[in-house]
């Protein structure tokens, strides 16, 4: 640009509130606050408007000075934020206030500093402090090791965390007098039987995503009470126990409470790991709708037990678990039972379905020692599991009141076989007391559908074998009083092939 005029430099300086209308160029410095200004002059020279200018300097409030924030996006052409491609503008500090960030609220991550109260701290002020929607705020954790000791971290209702994931957000309980790492409570902070009196709304909406819940040793990590809608999604809950040793308290990953008038209810556990612990989920009240989807229980004592000490009389504990699934999960190395439904209360509509279960109920040692599954009361269902243990000669791996159906096999029936020989099934008499084995023999053209029903004791058995069949394919079925289902052939110059399910009701 071509240079008007030069001229002495001119500059004021004094208190920032004395700050006057400079004049064109003229600099002003406050000297209480270390900031520095120029004047703009006048309009009628060029000047977007008549005022002052603040230059930048370590004393300048930048936040103030950034007066508007629209959204542009990464395109060649802006994006229209506005009806009409007109644009909406909001100033910087709501920008930035859209989310928050724990560290914020001065904790640390850093594994050595305790960040209790600072957690408590940030989800207190971001969700109760001020009861409207419009003040609540998801809750962001960095990256790192929280350290929780003196306390228990408060999951208030409406409480959004968001970590960076479960390998990277680490919440580490190292305070073993505490009994939860965390726990939900009302709006007044309030817990147990208080939950939701003088007013206070009960613990709901509560959304976790990309947390791990670490307990140093002795510690259960979340206890959910009386809350309602609840989800954990990508979230670890991680201890210290080991297989194969002393239950001892029988230290919990998720406790799930209720009472006569708040259940816990609506809860989901999506991708989520339960480890090193006695117990993935526990719960004894009368819970309604918790379900897990691909999630993984490894290293437990037991994964889901259900109902142990539900009396039936209790205020909240009348009925015990109701519509507790858990469906596409993994179980492996459990000690005892992956599931455990026990015959207290009245616990119905809890169903187990497309899970994988690998070493479960053997005590770490490789041997079938109780059930995988048991289902001691009435009114629950398992279905389309896969077991990969042997429970032959052993333990079934469903036992007391329900379905359980063995995946698909095959074998091959040899030709001009005349004395009995194994089918290669073997049925558990002493606990599958009504078993289905539904079947296809293919021979040649010849097809066979058919159903062999089972019913008995090691003692006395039963079977008759209903068949329709477009050729006679020349098989004969027999079961021994040891459960091994055993076949003959006639000579016909082809083997045949058997593929079979079975349907066991124990």
């Not at 070493?359 to 289902?375: C, E, F, H, K, P």
């Not at 002493?430 to 029903?453: C, H, M, P, Q, S």
């Not at 091994?484 to 000579?491: A, L, M, N, P």
Request: with cysteine.
């Amino acid at each position: 640009m071509a240079v008007v005029q030069i001229s002495r430099i001119m500059h004021r300086r004094g208190l920032y509130a004395d700050v006057p209308q400079l004049a064109a160029g003229e600099l002003g410095w406050a000297l209480d606050e270390q900031r520095l200004f120029i004047g703009n002059g006048p309009t009628s020279s060029g000047a977007p408007k008549i005022g002052n200018t603040e230059i930048l300097t370590s004393g300048s409030d930048i936040n103030a000075l950034l007066e508007s924030y629209t959204f542009i996006g990464n395109t060649a052409t802006p994006v229209a934020t506005g009806a009409s491609g007109s644009k909406i503008v909001r100033s910087y500090q709501k920008k930035l206030d859209d989310f928050a960030n724990v560290a914020d609220f001065g904790a640390t991550g850093d594994g050595v500093t305790d960040d209790t109260g600072a957690i408590n701290r940030a989800i207190k002020q971001l969700l109760s402090l001020d009861a409207t929607a419009d003040a609540r705020r998801v809750l962001y954790f960095p990256p790192g090791t929280y350290k929780i000791t003196g306390g228990e971290i408060k999951l208030y209702p409406y409480t959004t965390i968001k970590g960076a994931g479960a390998e990277q957000t680490i919440l580490y309980q190292t305070d073993t007098t505490q009994t939860y790492l965390a726990r939900t409570v009302d709006s007044k902070e309030q817990t147990g039987t208080d939950i939701g009196s003088s007013g206070a709304t009960v613990p709901k909406h509560i959304d976790i995503e990309g947390v791990c819940f670490n307990s140093s040793g002795s510690n259960n990590l979340i206890l959910l009470d009386r809350a309602d809608q609840v989800r954990f999604l990508d979230c670890k809950f991680k201890s210290t126990w080991t297989q194969g040793t002393a239950i001892g308290s029988g230290y919990k990953a998720i406790e799930a409470q209720s009472s006569g008038v708040y259940k816990t209810s609506n809860v989901l556990f999506d991708k989520c790991v339960f480890t090193g612990i006695q117990y993935g989920f526990n719960s004894d009240y009368d819970v309604e709708n918790v379900n897990f989807q691909n999630c993984t229980f490894d290293i437990l004592y037991k994964g889901i037990k259900l109902a142990q000490n539900t009396d039936g009389s209790t205020a909240g504990q009348q009925t015990g678990p109701r519509y507790v699934r858990a469906v596409g999960c993994s179980f492996d190395n459990i000690d005892l039972q992956a599931i455990h439904i026990y015959d207290q209360g009245t616990p119905k509509g809890n169903i187990f379905a497309f899970n994988n279960f690998g070493d479960v109920g053997t005590a770490n040692d490789g041997t079938a020692d109780v059930s995988i599954i048991q289902l001691a009361h009435e009114g629950n269902f398992t279905t389309h599991n896969y077991f990969t243990r042997s429970d032959v000669g052993t333990q079934a791996p469903i036992q007391g009141s329900g379905i359980h159906e063995r995946a698909l096999a095959k074998a091959t029936l040899t030709d001009n076989t005349s004395t009995l020989t194994a089918t290669g099934i073997t049925l558990d008499l002493a606990n599958e007391f009504a078993v289905n084995i539904k079947y296809l023999v293919t021979r040649d053209t010849a097809r066979r559908n058919g159903e062999l029903k089972v019913s008995g004791t090691s003692s006395a058995i039963n079977f008759v074998d209903n068949f329709v069949e477009n050729t006679t394919t020349g098989v004969t079925f027999f079961v021994t009083t040891g459960g091994i289902v055993q076949y003959k052939t006639t000579s016909t110059g082809n083997n045949a092939t058997f593929k079979y399910q079975v349907e066991a009701i124990v």
